[in-house]
């Protein structure tokens, strides 16, 4: 889902402006807010418009457009905002950074009575994810999970119950049965910490024992059954080849096209591969057939008695604390989140709504079906670590466990948590 990169430049190029331009008559008088944003198919803009219409001559919004890829976002706000750049009044923030911007002040402290409006009806997993050290330092504002997708047909050929939970252990038995692929994310990127930490998790530990601490002090949790486990099934899989050749390469768009494929069977990924599938079916790439037969699940389970940890993503809303208009970028912050936009956001653009009122929309029900479900998965959404040091962590669990073919449940765990350890003391670099 999220690449990383290294800082390869002390100068930092401006984000790229938008093409919202401020409503109103351009000699007002009213404060500009700046709402950098991550690329999406124009839903943020359209309701930055909306939101300057509905300020009245309050402020206007301009959206500018950060990098496409998570790491190159997260080096651009973050040396912005070490140099004190005032200009940054609003941003969508990936979850798993905000810890590093919130820890040295980057983010101006949100107020208590916007506390208590913007975190009604939210889902649990993005309460979590806007929380660093037990205070909300974000606004939630689009929440994402992965869901469990099948071919209904090959589902009912290997006699599986789809309206019950299902284990990996009963999905790779499956696609071992059926001969058909498994598609997983097993590139080396962020998607391979995603799913290392939706199993660990959903074997009911952690990656990150104490994600306050120090780096020096910074204690993982992968030497524990759950990392063993996690290990177990992801080594497995990719020993066995049951996610096809492709998978040390196979991000969420190629585990799609293996899903879509003659061998396509299981599947875990984000809502967008229904939106993608409906609109191959229209331009004549896809069988209508296909989309029939597709089926949606919530994420599988390590323990067949325990649910799972399923995967977070998403965008929160953070306020730069060097804003000179702090009060009024957290009125607009209010006005973006309100249900009815992130309604309109997760019909039109596929981003799955933090407010559950969303989910009654019609118009979101009618794109995605399986929507109920994406909010019962949200409801159990587990973040990935919630540290400062989240960008060495997350780095060195894919150096350490790709590919997978070569993670062993006896020494994997081990060995990854020697290199993160010595990299967080300086002892190594990545």
Not at 163 to 175: E, R
Not at 195 to 204: E, K, P, T
Not at 366 to 390: D, G, H, K, N
Request: aromatic share 8%; hydrophobic share 40%; net charge negative.
């Amino acid at each position: 889902m999220r690449r990383r990169t290294r800082l390869v430049s002390t100068a930092v190029a401006i984000a790229v402006v938008g093409g919202l331009a401020a409503c109103g008559d351009s000699g007002s008088s009213a404060p500009t807010l700046t709402w950098y944003i991550n690329p999406d198919d124009g839903g943020q803009a359209q309701i930055a418009k909306e939101c300057t219409e509905a300020a009245d001559g309050a402020y206007t919004i301009e959206v500018s457009v950060l990098p496409r890829d998570a790491s190159s976002q997260r080096e651009q706000l973050a040396r912005r905002l070490a140099a004190k750049d005032s200009s940054i009044d609003l941003m969508s923030l990936d979850p798993p950074f905000i810890p590093e911007l919130a820890e040295p002040g980057f983010l101006a402290p949100v107020p208590d009575d916007v506390k208590d409006r913007v975190t009604q009806d939210v889902v649990a997993g993005a309460l979590a994810g806007a929380t660093w050290k037990d205070e909300l330092v974000t606004v939630p504002f689009w929440a994402n999970t992965q869901l469990l997708w099948y071919r209904k047909s090959v589902a009912a050929a290997a006699g599986l119950d789809m309206t019950q939970p299902v284990t990996w252990d009963q999905l790779i038995d499956a696609v071992r049965t059926q001969d058909v692929y498994l598609a997983v994310q097993g590139t080396k990127a962020e998607s391979l910490t995603v799913w290392i930490n939706a199993l660990v998790a959903s074997a009911g530990g952690e990656i990150v024992v104490n994600p306050t601490a120090d780096a020096q002090d910074l204690e993982l949790g992968l030497e524990s059954d759950a990392g063993r486990e996690a290990a177990r099934i992801i080594g497995t899989i990719g020993k066995e080849g049951l996610g096809g050749p492709g998978l040390p390469t196979e991000d969420e768009n190629a585990g799609l096209s293996v899903f879509q494929g003659d061998k396509g069977s299981f599947m875990v990924n984000w809502p967008f591969v229904w939106s993608a599938t409906k609109a191959g079916v229209e331009d004549g790439t896809l069988t209508q057939a296909l989309l029939d037969d597709i089926g949606w699940a919530l994420y599988p389970r390590v323990d067949a008695a325990t649910p799972a940890g399923t995967p977070y993503g998403g965008i929160n809303l953070g306020v730069g604390a060097f804003s000179k208009h702090t009060d009024l970028a957290y009125q607009a912050a209010e006005c973006i989140v309100t249900p009815e936009h992130q309604a309109y956001y997760f019909a039109t653009n596929g981003n799955p709504a933090s407010n559950t009122a969303a989910y009654t929309d019609a118009a979101v029900l009618e794109a995605y079906p399986m929507a109920p479900v994406i909010r019962e998965s949200l409801e159990q959404a587990v973040p990935r670590p919630q540290t400062p040091y989240y960008n060495d962590v997350s780095i060195g669990l894919q150096e350490t466990w790709h590919p997978p073919s070569s993670v062993d449940p006896d020494s994997t765990p081990r060995r990854s948590t020697d290199f993160i350890t010595a990299v967080l003391r300086g002892e190594r670099l990545l």
